[in-house]
């Protein structure tokens, strides 16, 4: 199987070639990015091909695509692959507005090619036994949870809010959204969103927090702030605290990792030992259209998301709490 | 300085034994309507008992009274003190509402008394270094706060006071109030609330409660209480500024650790009190300040009107978790 990228204007866009180097049977035959300095960078680092448009990409004989461009452009990407015939995996969020993403599922469904969204974090082992929890009933009734992905203030398109469609918010939001309707099998009903910039002088917000009601009778806190110092010792986390009727659950994906103290700055860091979660979102990706099946996570889940995030944008202009799914 | 407790359950025995510890200041008598529960701690200590507040106020001469009830019997009791000219040290939450707590700050206004709320947080040397470096200015602005309180289950105690949402506010105002009032302290003004609860949606005792704070500097809060057992009593706290993270969690942040080995056949009792090993604990220390202002003449730290502002904050939390909506807080407040 042969599959490009698309932008490496998400950083995600380096993970997602390692593992493609790293999967048997599959190929990265080249990248394109309108960056021609940070396309051809990203080129040799992969040990790849490198195409100053999108278009002569489109034209090689590739399966399929990764979309890691600026999330406005998730669209028009999208409708280019998908004109070509390419299966697509696309990066979170599935784009700005509703409208966008829609369209998105139209054209992709009309092409009949598949489309995935990438929440790599369905494949973080502690979240598969955390629904296993759920599913067999041994945590009980889901009653509250607790949620935080912090990070680092990323720079790039991500503090451009027309490119990425708000901040930390729409950046932040959508996994742990993502994780929840996944593991309990529910929708999120309502949204409360306090936001601010208080961190850094950029144009968008770059901290918040959502409280969220679910369908099924739970409620959740989800802190998507960029509130992690530039110097801290990883990226940022990935936390829940799940309240069930039998049983409270903490998942901390970050905690896998070894404390290295050096003499050499940074002096203290975190090693992630933990199990690669990007791997098996691209070999999801692959097998589906190998195997000619619909992938795990469709641009519903993407739409869906979306709407939450959207969702809380709208309260902290309103200062109200905001149904979602109305729209 | 005389003083005599009413209520010995868990705070008031351990209220009993920080007096032992505290210069110039004498336990001399007790009160509880359980006489037998009365009688061990009297013997204890050398004192007289009593099974209501009234008598202890008949047959003693008393400077103080320190009030260790169920939160219901707060507002009865202080003003019977303060009725009586004595200075009262009565047990956070100050009342069951504000209505409640002005007219008790008022009493003992009228009465020409001091009154100490027992918001003990303030005087956790954690939760004081804290603050200290916050006010300093060392790491910016603060964006955003995280704390947390519980994970002991749920409280047993007289009657099942606390399981009685009338009687105790539930875990919102019974317990994340400390958290409310250090905050408060530490950050200034709450704006605006936004809470939700298990309460009604579970089992009553496991209350679990995520609170949304927004303060008038801007500052972002996320408080979390719990009274589901989640491995025992902890406290966490992370404030994330401008500069830098200052983060705490009682779980790691101890110089000491035992375990109790488990045969199975134990049950839990009382409410958690939260410990700090450290040289003179935080229930000793607050009581000794409260004396020392009555003695120099102070305003104590934590006076009623400053114990109404968390209440405040605690009510408006019960209010957005019965409406499901914001509840913003006037600014005009005493
Ligand atoms: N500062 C803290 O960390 C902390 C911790 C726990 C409790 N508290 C507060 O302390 C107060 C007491 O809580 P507790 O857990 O000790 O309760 P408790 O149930 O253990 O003790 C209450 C005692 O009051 C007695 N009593 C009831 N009615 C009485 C009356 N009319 N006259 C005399 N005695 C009477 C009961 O017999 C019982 O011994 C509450 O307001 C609670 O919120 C504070």
């Known amino acids: ?327 | 300085m005389k003083v005599g407790i009413v209520g010995l359950g868990t705070m008031g025995t351990t209220h009993a034994a920080s007096y032992q510890r505290i210069a110039d200041c004498e336990l001399v008598a007790v009160a509880d309507i359980q006489l037998e529960r009365c009688k061990t701690v009297a013997e204890r200590y050398g004192v007289r008992s009593y099974a209501s507040l009234g008598e202890m106020l008949a047959s003693e001469t008393l400077d103080v009274v320190d009030v260790c009830l169920p939160t219901h019997l707060h507002r009865e009791h202080v003003e019977m003190a303060a009725a009586a000219g004595k200075h009262v040290f009565c047990e956070k939450p100050l009342a069951r509402n504000r209505q409640e707590g002005e007219a008790m700050v008022e009493a003992c206004r009228k009465a020409g008394v001091t009154l100490g709320i027992g918001h003990v947080v303030r005087f956790f040397p954690e939760y004081r270094r804290a603050k200290e470096i916050i006010e300093s200015g060392q790491l910016g602005k603060v964006g955003t706060v995280y704390t947390y309180r519980g994970g002991g289950g749920f409280p047993m105690a007289w009657q099942d006071w606390y399981a009685n949402y009338q009687w105790s506010g539930g875990l919102t105002l019974d317990m994340i109030i400390h958290d409310f009032d250090f905050l408060r302290w530490t950050l200034g003004e709450v704006k605006r609330v936004y809470a939700k609860s298990t309460f009604g949606r579970a089992y009553n005792r496991l209350e679990h409660v995520l609170v949304s704070l927004r303060f008038e500097s801007g500052a972002i809060a996320n408080v979390e209480g719990s009274w589901l057992d989640i491995g025992g009593f902890g406290t966490k706290f992370e404030f994330a500024c401008e500069k830098g993270l200052l983060t705490y969690n009682s779980k790691d942040a101890t110089s000491f650790r035992s375990y109790q080995q488990r045969t199975g056949l134990e049950s839990v009792q009382g409410v958690a009190v939260p410990e700090s090993v450290v040289d003179k604990d935080p229930y000793t220390q607050e009581l000794e300040h409260f004396v020392g202002c009555l003695k120099r003449g102070e305003e104590p730290l934590i006076s009623g009107d400053g114990a109404l502002g968390a209440v405040d904050i605690a009510m408006a939390a019960l209010e957005s978790i019965k409406t499901g909506n914001p509840v913003t807080l006037s600014s005009e407040r005493g």
Not at chain 1, 14 to 40: M, W
Request: hydrophobic share 40%.
């Open chain 1, 1 to 327: 199987m042969k599959l490009g990228i698309m932008s490496f204007a998400h950083m995600h866009a380096y993970s997602y070639g390692d593992v493609i180097r790293q999967l048997s049977g599959v190929e990265l035959v080249g990248v394109a990015d309108l960056d021609q300095e940070r396309g051809k960078q990203a080129a040799d680092q992969l040990g790849t091909t490198y195409y100053s448009s999108y278009e002569e990409l489109l034209k090689t004989k590739i399966d399929g695509v990764i979309i890691t461009a600026a999330n406005r452009d998730h669209r028009e990407l999208t409708e280019m692959a998908a004109a070509a015939g390419k299966h697509i995996l696309c990066e979170k969020p599935i784009a700005t507005t509703l409208e966008d993403a829609r369209a998105m599922e139209k054209v992709t469904r009309e092409a009949g090619v598949k489309f995935q969204m990438a929440f790599p974090c369905r494949y973080i082992p502690a979240v598969h036994r955390l629904k296993a929890q759920y599913d067999s009933g041994s945590l009980g009734r889901l009653l509250a949870i607790r949620s935080t992905n912090h990070g680092r203030m990323p720079g790039g398109f991500f503090i451009d809010p027309e490119a990425a469609g708000g901040g930390a918010v729409i950046d932040h939001t959508v996994h742990l959204v993502d994780l929840v309707r996944w593991v309990f099998q529910t929708e999120f009903r309502e949204v409360y969103c306090e936001m601010d910039r208080s961190f850094h002088d950029i144009p968008t917000e770059d901290c918040g927090l959502l409280t969220l009601e679910l369908a099924n009778g739970a409620f959740m806190t989800l802190d998507p702030s960029w509130s992690r110092p530039d110097c801290f010792y990883t990226w940022g986390d990935l936390y829940m605290q799940v309240v069930g009727t039998e049983m409270v659950t903490e998942v901390d994906m970050m905690r896998q990792s070894l404390e290295r103290i050096s003499f050499d700055r940074p002096n203290y860091q975190w090693e992630f030992w933990g199990a690669n979660s990007d791997y098996y979102l691209v070999k999801e990706f692959v097998e589906s259209f190998r195997e000619d099946r619909e992938p795990s996570i469709t641009a519903q889940d993407g739409i869906r998301a979306l709407e939450v995030a959207l969702g809380a944008y709208e309260s902290a202009r309103t200062g109200r709490p905001v149904k979602i799914g109305l729209a």
